[in-house]
């Protein structure tokens, strides 16, 4: 079969490409959360989506790399919550740091995706869970950097490896209150942000 032409721009196509690339995403999530991961397929996400597999296959690839952009994406969610976070913080690390804490967690409430892999109750095993245990050092290194950068913007009295071993002990601990909630996003922010400011303190 001859592939159809495209007669459109370089920016409209790219757009369109990126629409229609998140879409099978959603798809994906929604039937993931609702059904399970097993029972999630290239066809059933054709199929849900209203397009061709081959269109699937286009857009994301496999069956695996489908975990793997629905993941990334709601990685890139996160990120984007983090920053804004310190962004409305300038001159306030500690304050970053607690609304980034609070917000991130915020976030994790809200995610279906999310909440499905923690719980492992829907199927969302096989491909999802090695992402974010065995296999999680793309993930874990991407947020890390993230606090990295915005760490580094503010006057702090740590040298690089003990600013590494803030970055790395912080990270560590909003993952785990992410993955299983003690308390209220508010409640776990303002304990952490005790926290950060008493090692600020005595560093």
């Given at each position: ?10 920016a409209k196509r790219t757009k369109r490409?990126?629409?229609g690339r998140d879409r099978l995403l959603d798809v994906a999530v ?174």
């Amino acid at each position: 079969m001859v592939p159809e032409q495209r007669v459109d721009g370089p920016a409209k196509r790219t757009k369109r490409e990126r629409i229609g690339r998140d879409r099978l995403l959603d798809v994906a999530v929604e039937l993931t959360v609702t059904e399970g991961w097993s029972a999630v397929t290239i066809t059933r996400v054709a199929e849900a989506a209203g397009v061709a597999r081959q269109t699937v296959y286009n857009e994301i690839g496999t069956r695996s790399d489908l975990a793997t952009e629905m993941t990334m994406r709601e990685l890139d969610r996160f990120l984007t919550c983090i920053n804004a976070a310190f962004d409305a913080h300038p001159d306030d690390v500690i304050a970053g740091i607690k609304q980034a804490t609070q917000d991130t967690l915020e976030l994790g409430e809200h995610s279906a995706l999310l909440r499905a892999i923690a719980s492992a109750t829907t199927g969302a095993e096989t491909e999802f869970l090695p992402l974010l245990t065995t296999h999680s050092a793309p993930l874990f290194a991407a947020v890390t950097a993230v606090i990295r950068d915005r760490l580094s913007a503010y006057e702090h009295p740590f040298n690089p490896l003990e600013l590494e071993i803030v970055i790395d002990a912080y990270v560590r601990m909003v993952l785990s209150y992410l993955m299983q909630p003690a308390s209220t996003p508010a409640l776990t922010a303002e304990s952490l942000a005790w926290i950060a400011e008493r090692v600020f303190q005595l560093a």
